[in-house]
C-alpha cells in the first residue's frame, strides 16, 4: 500500500511538473497556500463545502498539527512572499519555486547552469530555516535573469540526492522540469515524507470526523 502511495505520488509530480502552476486555483488563496502540503482526503472535503464552512475548515487544519510546523509553514511562506513576487505579484507562493520550498523547505543546495558569460555557482542555505542562500558571488539582483537559464535543487533522501530542475522561461518564470521516472519516485518520496512527517496530522480519527462534519453546514439563506 505504501509504495502505491509513492507511486501515485510520484505520477502526480510528473504531471503537475509538466503542466506547470495554473492547476492550483488562483482565486483561493488560503487554498493556493495549502494545496501542496494538504492530504488527499483534506482537498477532497475542503472542494465539496461551501464557503462559511471552508472558514471552519481554515481554522482547524493548523490545530490537529504542530506548532513548529505551522512556524516554519509561516517563515517559508514569508520568504517566497518576498523572493517570488516578481513571477506572481498577487501570489508569489503560487510558482512552482514556492510549492517546492513549503513543502519541502530550503534545499541543501542549489545548482545554476548559465551562459558563458556568467558561469556555474553554487549555494547552500545559511539555516535550517531562513531560506537565503550565500553563493559567493557579487550581488545579481538588478541583471537579467535570463541569463540564468536553469536552477536545480538538490535535497537528501536516505542515501540518495533528489533534484528539481527549474528552467527559465521568458518574461519572468521558473517552470520546474519534468523528471525521469526513477527520478520521479525519489522526488515522490521526499515529499510524502513531508507531508505525513513534517506537516503530519496529529489524531487523524478525530480529525477525519471533525472535517466530515463540515459538510452539515448550510450556507446562510439556504435551507
Given at each position: 500500500?505504501?509504495?502505491?502511495?509513492?507511486?501515485?505520488?510520484a505520477?502526480?509530480s510528473?504531471m503537475?511538473?509538466s503542466c506547470?502552476v495554473?492547476?492550483?486555483?488562483s482565486?483561493?488563496d488560503?487554498?493556493?497556500?495549502h494545496?501542496?502540503?494538504m492530504?488527499?482526503?483534506?482537498?477532497?472535503?475542503?472542494?465539496?463545502i461551501?464557503?462559511t464552512?471552508?472558514?471552519?475548515f481554515?481554522?482547524?487544519?493548523?490545530t490537529?498539527?504542530?506548532?513548529?510546523a505551522?512556524?516554519?509553514?509561516?517563515?517559508?511562506?514569508?520568504?517566497?512572499?518576498?523572493n517570488?513576487k516578481?513571477?506572481?505579484?498577487h501570489?508569489?507562493?503560487?510558482?512552482?519555486?514556492?510549492?517546492?520550498?513549503?513543502?519541502?523547505?530550503?534545499?541543501a543546495?542549489?545548482?545554476?547552469?548559465?551562459?558563458d558569460?556568467?558561469?556555474?555557482?553554487?549555494?547552500?542555505?545559511?539555516s535550517?530555516?531562513?531560506?537565503?542562500?550565500?553563493?559567493g558571488?557579487?550581488?545579481?539582483?538588478?541583471?537579467d535573469?535570463?541569463?540564468?537559464?536553469?536552477e536545480?535543487?538538490?535535497?537528501?533522501?536516505?542515501?540518495?540526492?533528489?533534484?528539481?530542475?527549474?528552467?527559465?522561461?521568458?518574461p519572468?518564470?521558473?517552470?520546474?522540469q519534468?523528471?525521469?521516472?526513477?527520478?520521479?519516485?525519489?522526488?515522490?518520496?521526499?515529499?510524502?515524507?513531508?507531508?505525513?512527517?513534517?506537516?503530519?496530522?496529529?489524531?487523524?480519527?478525530?480529525?477525519k470526523?471533525?472535517?466530515?462534519?463540515?459538510?452539515?453546514i448550510?450556507?446562510?439563506?439556504?435551507k
Amino acid at each position: 500500500m505504501k509504495h502505491t502511495k509513492i507511486a501515485a505520488l510520484a505520477m502526480a509530480s510528473l504531471m503537475l511538473a509538466s503542466c506547470g502552476v495554473n492547476l492550483i486555483p488562483s482565486k483561493d488563496d488560503w487554498y493556493a497556500k495549502h494545496y501542496y502540503i494538504m492530504q488527499d482526503y483534506e482537498w477532497q472535503i475542503y472542494k465539496a463545502i461551501g464557503p462559511t464552512a471552508r472558514l471552519e475548515f481554515q481554522k482547524t487544519f493548523w490545530t490537529v498539527r504542530s506548532a513548529y510546523a505551522k512556524d516554519e509553514f509561516d517563515k517559508r511562506v514569508e520568504y517566497c512572499l518576498k523572493n517570488y513576487k516578481r513571477e506572481n505579484s498577487h501570489q508569489p507562493f503560487n510558482v512552482d519555486k514556492a510549492h517546492i520550498y513549503i513543502l519541502n523547505g530550503p534545499p541543501a543546495q542549489v545548482t545554476y547552469a548559465a551562459n558563458d558569460a556568467w558561469g556555474a555557482t553554487s549555494a547552500t542555505p545559511t539555516s535550517a530555516s531562513g531560506g537565503q542562500f550565500s553563493t559567493g558571488i557579487s550581488d545579481r539582483t538588478n541583471e537579467d535573469v535570463s541569463a540564468n537559464s536553469a536552477e536545480v535543487w538538490t535535497y537528501p533522501i536516505g542515501n540518495r540526492l533528489v533534484n528539481y530542475v527549474f528552467q527559465f522561461r521568458s518574461p519572468n518564470e521558473w517552470r520546474l522540469q519534468q523528471s525521469s521516472a526513477e527520478e520521479g519516485r525519489y522526488r515522490g518520496q521526499l515529499e510524502l515524507n513531508n507531508k505525513n512527517g513534517f506537516y503530519a496530522v496529529e489524531d487523524v480519527a478525530a480529525y477525519k470526523q471533525t472535517l466530515e462534519a463540515l459538510k452539515a453546514i448550510k450556507e446562510p439563506g439556504k435551507k
